[in-house]
């Protein structure tokens, strides 16, 4: 062996001289040198990759757009050995790969899928550890950089940039900004300050390339924006009844889709209405209608007089317990195409109202075969669903959110297979939406739950130590209170039996009562009207019918209108479509897109029937309302929106230029942006009860004070503690003037935009049990206030108990 081969093979044992400070400037350079790629190549690239088939295969229904990042480099000024990156946005998380070289030289690319919501709000983050060890758990959390989509908007669909890389700490620290106010105090120790109070420190910079097309706020984001398709199933089935919808498909509209682009929903809105205005109304025998004419047992004739009030409680108490079978279902709802249909109902009596002998001859004998038993037997419990086919459709509801939800399911698996063994498939979507909503919510919440708790609490009271903002003039103007008055009764009996089971003095009746669980009775009776005059409802097939609330359709011939009345959050379907709270670009702005889905159902299928009820009545009807609480108020905006564009279509249908078409909510969510909401603010009323948390409750202010709490803990755990936060007077006027000065932030700042209550508002405040109206503007939803009656005041108890005692103070 040659002594040069001896020497290579022995080179690393030979004593290395120590490095010259030329080297070690030359060293430096190298470790900071930069290879920019050819963005042009990669422009070209990103453009074919955006138009393959494969990536538009992902998910094209759930409205996103792709960001590919790759992750380049990084450059520290602290020592790490084998760093590794963990890259976050919402519930999708990757890890690249643990790099042998102190500036990774990774080039590895991560996809995420975007909705718009996501690019208003969502951030990437990307965590730096330092993993010396690739088995040895000794992984050290070095720091932390973040990428905002919203600082995306300008940028080339292809660029290069670098994100700073701050380090990390386990404690959220004050921002530097509360330092003089800090210095001023005395509570303090001075020299603390600035260990507890700045911004962090710059450790290094990573090196990303971004690829993403800025989202823009247009209709072409949202789906289904082609014409609609020739050969969309037909809607009127002959088999059934000729005005009843009726569907094979997955969903609502042909696919799983959420909501759909307004132009395709104003062409099926369109088609539909051309169809039903052009079929066969048919004849009251036809459909087994009764010859005899029954007596109303609650309607007040003009004429009618009662010698005392004591008479008029007996007349009223009387309907109240008299025999279902007294009570048939509106043969005209039937004959104009509104489904009837009460789950809780469809055991307890016939629903055709007919007599014990015509019942009984239309079932078989007992002596009958017993497969001809069950057979008739199905028969007659099909037909009391068979008209709303597509109301409540399962595949639809269980497939969306199988699909929206997915991205969960892949971050979470263990938790989500256990999950699915003890729960339905529709309990197991509802958890998802829970774990989605809160990843995207608390991206970078790492506190405790009694934290929280301690932070609420101190929230709470600087929100209740806040003077109350100036109100305008009570509104003494009776028509407005009656109005408000009146349908809000209407708002009220969509929650059915159950709901007005805790109302008032009907719940004790009810609760007695015979027939008390049926939702069609509790309408009739608390409304006191005719059941002819109860046009339609749908209270049945509640599995997987979200984003499609109950509702009911009457006469309020008080009135000369007709009401549309819709259910607010009761099931856990209806929870689902409050939690999809993404936001979603609609008419030049943005709104909540569970809400627009739900209007979008009502627009479609009901309201053309509506239409059509109107233009065979014109003579009777003055008015059409829409209503609702909560849920159904939110949806009930959305939906006087798409309508109000074919007001005069409506009125020509009429044959009246006045006729009448309002929208009265009460406790609505949340649902649209102020362009929208001025926009239609002749056309929608709201009424909010004092601190009612639901009408401030949106994506945008939930995340506001979300800031704020954790501002608080950090506040409240540098001034010694909550217990000294709360019992000492000083403490805690030093951590309300620090919440407040953030709070003057916050509002000024325009990173969380946020939705409003629609229309028209009309604040209702309580002082004791003294309730009085005041005109308020769309200000009232610029944030989420916590007080200790702010969920108590959004029960339609608080409301039921408000127009109660206005009703006494202007009618006593």
């Known amino acids: 062996m040659s002594t040069l081969q001896k020497r290579s093979r022995h080179a690393s044992l030979i004593p290395k001289a120590k490095p010259t400070e030329l080297n070690n400037w030359v060293d430096d350079r190298k470790t900071r040198s930069l290879s920019v790629p050819d963005l042009h190549r990669l422009r070209n690239e990103w453009d074919t990759y955006q138009q393959s088939d494969t990536i538009h295969s992902i998910s094209e229904s759930m409205l996103q757009a792709r960001n590919l990042i790759d992750l380049l480099n990084i450059r520290m000024d602290c020592d790490i050995k084998k760093p590794q990156i963990r890259l976050k946005m919402g519930p999708s998380r990757y890890f690249s790969k643990r790099s042998d070289s102190v500036t990774g030289d990774w080039n590895e690319g991560f996809l995420f899928l975007v909705s718009y919501h996501a690019q208003l709000f969502n951030t990437v983050e990307f965590d730096l550890y330092d993993k010396p060890h690739k088995h040895w758990p000794t992984t050290k959390h070095v720091g932390k950089a973040k990428l905002r989509l919203s600082k995306l908007e300008g940028k080339n669909d292809v660029f290069v940039t670098f994100l700073p890389i701050y380090e990390y700490r386990s404690k959220r620290l004050l921002p530097s900004d509360f330092q003089p106010t800090l210095l001023e105090t005395e509570w303090i120790d001075q020299a603390s300050i600035h260990n507890k109070v700045g911004d962090l420190s710059l450790i290094g910079s990573i090196q990303i390339r971004v690829r993403y097309k800025f989202q823009e706020p247009v209709h072409e984001l949202m789906p289904n924006r082609n014409i609609l398709a020739d050969d969309e199933p037909a809607f009127l089935?002959?088999?059934?009844?000729?005005?009843?919808?009726?569907?094979?498909?997955?969903?609502?509209?042909?696919?799983?889709?959420?909501?759909?682009?307004?132009?395709?929903?104003?062409?099926?809105?369109?088609?539909?209405?051309?169809?039903?205005?052009?079929?066969?109304?048919?004849?009251?025998?036809?459909?087994?209608?009764?010859?005899?004419?029954?007596?109303?047992?609650?309607?007040?004739?003009?004429?009618?007089?009662?010698?005392?009030?004591?008479?008029?409680?007996m007349h009223w108490i009387h309907g109240l317990f008299s025999p279902a079978k007294k009570l048939p279902n509106s043969s005209s709802g039937r004959r104009f195409g509104f489904s009837q249909n009460d789950s809780d109902d469809n055991n307890r009596f016939n629903p055709d109202g007919e007599d014990d002998q015509e019942s009984e001859s239309s079932s078989l004998s007992s002596s009958a075969p017993v497969s001809d038993r069950f057979a008739h037997g199905a028969r007659k419990k099909a037909q009391h669903i068979i008209d709303s086919v597509n109301f409540g459709d399962r595949n639809f509801a269980s497939q969306w959110m199988a699909d929206s939800f997915e991205d969960v399911a892949l971050s979470h698996p263990i938790v989500d297979k256990l999950i699915g063994l003890v729960v339905s498939k529709q309990t197991q979507a509802m958890v998802r939406a829970i774990i989605k909503t809160a990843?995207?919510?608390?991206?970078?919440?790492?506190?405790?739950?009694?934290?929280?708790?301690?932070?609420?609490?101190?929230?709470?009271?600087f929100y209740e130590s806040l003077p109350r903002p100036a109100e305008s003039a009570s509104i003494t103007d009776i028509e407005v209170i009656d109005d408000a008055c009146h349908y809000f009764a209407f708002a009220?009996?969509?929650?059915?039996?159950?709901?007005?089971?805790?109302?008032?003095?009907?719940?004790?009746?009810?609760?007695?009562?015979?027939?008390?669980?049926?939702?069609?009775?509790?309408?009739?009776?608390?409304?006191?009207?005719?059941?002819?005059?109860?046009?339609?409802?749908?209270?049945?097939?509640?599995?997987?019918?979200?984003?499609?609330?109950?509702?009911?359709?009457?006469?309020?011939?008080?009135?000369?209108?007709?009401?549309?009345?819709?259910?607010?959050?009761?099931?856990?379907?209806?929870?689902?479509?409050?939690?999809?709270?993404?936001?979603?670009?609609?008419?030049?702005?943005?709104?909540?897109?569970?809400?627009?889905?739900?209007?979008?159902?009502?627009?479609?299928?009901?309201?053309?029937?509506?239409?059509?009820?109107?233009?065979?009545?014109?003579?009777?009807?003055?008015?059409f309302i829409i209503t609702g609480h909560s849920l159904g108020g939110g949806t009930a905006s959305l939906l006087t929106m798409m309508v109000a564009d074919h007001v005069q279509e409506l009125r020509n249908l009429a044959d009246n230029q006045q006729f009448n078409f309002h929208c009265y909510n009460y406790a609505p969510a949340a649902v649209s942006s102020p362009d929208l909401c001025n926009m239609y603010r002749d056309y929608i009323t709201s009424f909010v009860c004092q601190d009612d948390v639901v009408g401030r409750l949106s994506y945008g202010t939930a995340m506001k004070l979300k800031e704020l709490v954790l501002d608080m803990i950090s506040a409240y755990?540098?001034?010694?503690?909550?217990?000294?936060?709360?019992?000492?007077?000083?403490?805690?006027?030093?951590?309300?003037?620090?919440?407040?000065?953030?709070r003057e932030k916050l509002d000024a700042d325009s990173m969380y935009p946020s939705l409003?209550?629609?229309?028209?508002?009309?604040?209702?405040?309580?002082?004791?049990?003294?309730?009085?109206?005041?005109?308020?503007?769309?200000?009232?939803s610029n944030e989420m206030k916590l007080t200790k009656t702010c969920i108590e005041d959004h029960m339609i108890s608080a409301y039921q108990n408000a127009f109660v005692a206005l009703r006494e103070k202007y009618h006593p």
């Open 717 to 742: 755990e540098m001034l010694g503690g909550f217990r000294t936060a709360m019992t000492d007077p000083k403490a805690r006027k030093l951590c309300f003037q620090i919440a407040s000065q953030r």
């Open 756 to 780: 409003y209550i629609p229309g028209q508002i009309i604040h209702i405040q309580r002082k004791e049990s003294t309730y009085s109206l005041h005109y308020t503007t769309h200000v009232i």
């Open 237 to 313: 089935s002959p088999g059934l009844h000729p005005l009843t919808t009726a569907t094979t498909r997955r969903s609502s509209y042909g696919r799983a889709d959420l909501a759909q682009d307004e132009e395709y929903v104003d062409n099926l809105f369109e088609k539909r209405l051309t169809q039903v205005m052009s079929a066969h109304i048919p004849s009251e025998q036809s459909i087994g209608a009764h010859k005899k004419k029954k007596r109303n047992l609650f309607q007040l004739h003009r004429n009618a007089s009662f010698q005392s009030i004591a008479s008029y409680r």
């Open 439 to 461: 990843n995207s919510f608390g991206q970078g919440f790492r506190v405790t739950g009694i934290k929280l708790l301690k932070s609420a609490l101190l929230v709470q009271s």
């Open 492 to 623: 009220l009996v969509a929650y059915g039996w159950r709901g007005l089971c805790y109302i008032g003095p009907y719940g004790q009746y009810a609760r007695g009562a015979r027939d008390r669980r049926s939702n069609r009775l509790a309408i009739i009776r608390f409304l006191q009207i005719d059941p002819e005059d109860l046009l339609g409802y749908e209270y049945a097939l509640r599995k997987g019918a979200s984003f499609q609330p109950s509702y009911y359709v009457a006469l309020d011939r008080k009135r000369d209108a007709i009401v549309l009345s819709i259910r607010g959050t009761w099931s856990l379907y209806d929870a689902i479509t409050d939690l999809v709270c993404e936001y979603m670009p609609w008419k030049g702005g943005l709104v909540h897109s569970g809400m627009l889905a739900s209007a979008q159902w009502f627009y479609t299928n009901i309201i053309p029937q509506i239409f059509r009820y109107i233009h065979h009545h014109k003579l009777e009807l003055k008015s």
